[in-house]
């Protein structure tokens, strides 16, 4: 779409109306995961591992089995055989085979007549282990002498001589790197590590199942893809995916980590040897961090040339990442791409390495990949600017990505919106706002690519005018509210008249999940081509009722119009009108679209965040933080605004505090959110937005997802404003303030 075409002004676009659904949650009228019960059901509890890495020799639940009201039990053996790639991986992590690869590794379920009857006899399952040799650091799972986690995994891209452990390696470039390199005022190279973070969403995991002998079932479940549910737990049990229903609850968080199975096959296996009753499932809090997919670990290096005016001339990057004990987890392929995305450097080279840990499959978190790797590429930029005397943020300025730019990861820039993105940022109150002492500022950049995917959406004109429009993608971010606010921009009736439903499996073709930051621009883009559908049949019922051609009417603030002076003089028709009527002039009206959405733009934030650092204790303190991101267009600004304080708050939990604690014997440390500290609101200023919107051609709107790039800079941008007030640079996460103390006196010694 032409860039002129893209209206700037709207009547419903870019106001904030209340949420739809906002009633119901704070009555608590909503119901989640756990909140559903059925007759005669039953409940799930898990026998997991206690070590990190042991061969199962036996399985005896014959006590289990004994105590009255226990209904099934089962184990490996009752799932089916054969399984290979990811369908392989989903059905191991669900429920160990012969080994079990990490600490909170599910062996054996039990289901009983009762939540606490389920859980004695869980605890009544014997299990006999043959404790193995664990590794849980990535550098560690990568030398000569580490334990063998998995071996024959690796696939064809791994050089030879590597580690068993490692199991795919990465690399890609463009430009003459010796050539950037000696072109350099200035190269530096340095080495950065992170550690694995949850999501740390407030719900945990719960689902109901149901299935028959006969393969038929039905789920609920709090997930961002109802589809992925069905179509992964078809495959580990080895049903049908057309046999099997699946509804989406409301969902309390998930930002990427539900959008995948851990324990939902176990309920409707359960349910299966039960004789079909239901079977609910909820983990607790320490089982959630134990079992499900936290992002990965990392260790990381960086290269990188800057001439004296701050024009970077090459930079190349090394990650190792870790994804759990399975192949394909890790997320060290986007971390490359996201690297050095936000800068046109005229040589880089990217090489990665995935790597096996006795650890839980990782999964999806928040642009999963480029905060580790904005952390160290965007530290080490702002090393070197401090040490050639630069503003940091107009050298990101000087080298930023324009349109029509070569991207780091390969493809030619659309129209984007960096540039604008820095300049608001440059221009900011908080930039001016001086600094005491122990206080520093700190900045740094982000990218995420955003996604389009599966979409399927169908709307239905009421009869007293009113629309339901029926997506699959749940409302994690607020999209109910975006979704209808777009449908009825286009259709040129009130926000109020139009209902968003979340559907099951069964009412839509598939859809992907709400993932990728693509639930307002995919569903939104079908959302607004079913709705133009509606309208040309409702523009051809006025068409028959004043009896002239369907082309010589038009859609205008909600009715059906002549279209000029010569079609003739007619009332407008309005959406309510022809509603009323449809019965009689050829039956319901509706609109549906289905599409695999291209048309994604890339999306880019800065943040700046003044920090205070407590040189007595190493803790540092949050004075004030800054989120600027370009939204293409801010369809509701509210919700924008939250999903960049979100991300900056997630970030700034990860960055200072949150980490995988494991001790030497590989088992988590920290599962309860008392030792793994996430933020609360006591922790946190006030956080400052600026929307950019620099409109996607893609969209008819002009929408760019918005809920991934703000987790990314947080990390970088604190480390460099602790770096600036205490003149020490930590290149490890968290940087917990025993860790910071301890950098601040070795910055004393010299």
């Not at 289901?111 to 560690?140: C, F, G, M, N, W």
């Not at 701050?310 to 192949?327: D, E, H, L, P, Y």
């Not at 399927?456 to 979704?483: F, K, M, N, W, Y």
Request: proline share 6%.
């Amino acid at each position: 779409m032409p860039k002129d075409d893209l209206k700037t002004t709207y009547r419903l676009v870019g106001t904030r109306p209340n949420r739809p659904d906002g009633l119901d949650k704070v009555t608590g009228r909503a119901r989640y995961g756990a909140d559903i019960s059925a007759p005669g059901m039953l409940h799930a509890a898990v026998v997991r591992s206690p070590h990190a890495h042991a061969r199962i020799i036996r399985i005896d639940a014959s006590k289990a089995l004994a105590l009255e009201g226990v209904k099934a039990v089962i184990t490996r053996a009752d799932f089916p055989t054969g399984l290979t790639g990811e369908d392989w991986n989903l059905q191991e992590n669900t429920l160990a085979g012969d080994v079990a690869l990490y600490d909170g590794h599910a062996v054996a379920a039990v289901a009983a007549t009762s939540k606490l009857l389920a859980q004695d006899a869980a605890r009544l399952v014997e299990v006999e282990y043959e404790v193995l040799p664990h590794v849980i650091d990535v550098d560690a799972a990568m030398q000569p002498d580490a334990p063998v986690i998995r071996a024959g995994t690796a696939d064809h891209s791994v050089p030879e001589g590597m580690h068993p452990n490692v199991v795919k390696y990465i690399e890609f470039g463009h430009g003459d790197m010796d050539a950037g390199f000696a072109a350099a005022d200035l190269v530096r190279a340095q080495s950065y590590k992170t550690e694995a973070t949850h999501q740390g969403y407030i719900e945990p995991h719960a689902c109901l199942g149901q299935m028959g002998e006969d393969g038929k079932g039905e789920m609920w479940v709090c997930t961002q893809g109802q589809w992925y549910i069905r179509r992964m737990c078809s495959a580990v049990l080895g049903t049908e995916a057309s046999q099997l229903r699946v509804t989406p609850s409301e969902i309390g968080g998930g930002f990427g980590g539900k959008t995948t199975i851990f324990m939902e096959p176990l309920a409707l296996a359960l349910s299966r040897k039960a004789g079909g009753r239901p079977v609910k499932l909820v983990m607790s809090r320490a089982e959630v961090l134990r079992a499900t997919g936290p992002t990965a670990s990392a260790s990381m290096d960086v290269k990188m040339g800057m001439k004296a005016d701050g024009s970077i001339t090459a930079a190349s990057v090394n990650f190792r990442m870790q994804g759990g004990a399975f192949i394909g987890s890790s997320p060290v392929g986007e971390a490359l791409s996201c690297a050095l995305a936000c800068y046109t450097v005229p040589a880089v080279f990217h090489q990665g390495y995935e790597v096996l840990a006795n650890r839980p499959k990782a999964a999806a978190y928040r642009a999963p990949g480029s905060p580790m790797a904005a952390f160290a590429v965007e530290s080490l930029l702002d090393e070197m600017c401090h040490e050639l005397g630069l503003d940091p943020l107009a050298v990101r300025l000087k080298n930023a990505a324009r349109e029509g730019a070569k991207a780091s990861y390969g493809p030619t820039y659309n129209r984007i919106g960096l540039v604008e993105t820095l300049e608001a940022t440059m221009a900011h109150a908080n930039l001016k706002v001086p600094l005491g002492p122990n206080q520093g500022r700190g900045a740094a950049a982000g990218f995420w690519f955003n996604h389009g995917g599966e979409t399927s959406v169908s709307l239905a004109i009421g009869e007293d005018g009113t629309v339901t429009v029926s997506v699959g993608t749940p409302d994690v971010g607020g999209s109910r509210a975006s979704l209808g606010m777009m449908t009825a921009e286009t259709l040129g009736i009130a926000y109020e008249s139009v209902r968003v439903n979340i559907v099951e499996t069964g009412a839509l073709g598939v859809n992907e999940p709400t993932h990728g930051s693509r639930a307002t621009f995919a569903s939104g883009l079908a959302a607004v081509e079913a709705a133009k559908q509606a309208i040309a049949q409702m523009c051809a019922r006025a068409a028959a009722e004043w009896g002239i051609d369907a082309e010589a009417v038009e859609w205008l603030d909600g009715a059906a119009v002549p279209a000029g002076p010569n079609a003739g003089k007619f009332p407008p028709m309005s959406i309510a009108e022809i509603g009323a009527k449809m019965g009689s002039t050829g039956g319901p009206i509706s609109g549906h679209h289905e599409v695999t959405a291209g048309g994604v733009g890339a999306s880019f934030g800065a943040h700046v965040v003044d920090v205070e650092v407590d040189p007595e204790t190493g803790r540092t303190t949050v004075l004030r933080y800054l989120v600027v991101q370009d939204a293409g267009r801010a369809i509701h600004p509210a919700y924008v605004e939250g999903q960049y304080q979100g991300g900056a708050v997630q970030g700034i939990g990860w960055a200072l505090n949150e980490e995988y604690v494991y001790g030497a014997d590989g088992r988590l440390q920290n599962a309860v959110f008392l030792d793994y500290r996430i933020p609360v609101a006591s922790d946190l200023p006030m956080i400052d937005t600026v929307i950019v919107e620099v409109p996607n051609p893609g969209h008819p709107y002009g929408v760019r997802g918005v809920g991934e790039t703000g987790i990314t800079p947080p990390l970088p941008a604190l480390a460099n404003a602790i770096a600036a007030a205490t003149g020490a640079r930590l290149r490890s996460l968290p940087m917990s303030p025993p860790k910071v103390l301890a950098a601040i006196k070795a910055n004393a010694r010299g």
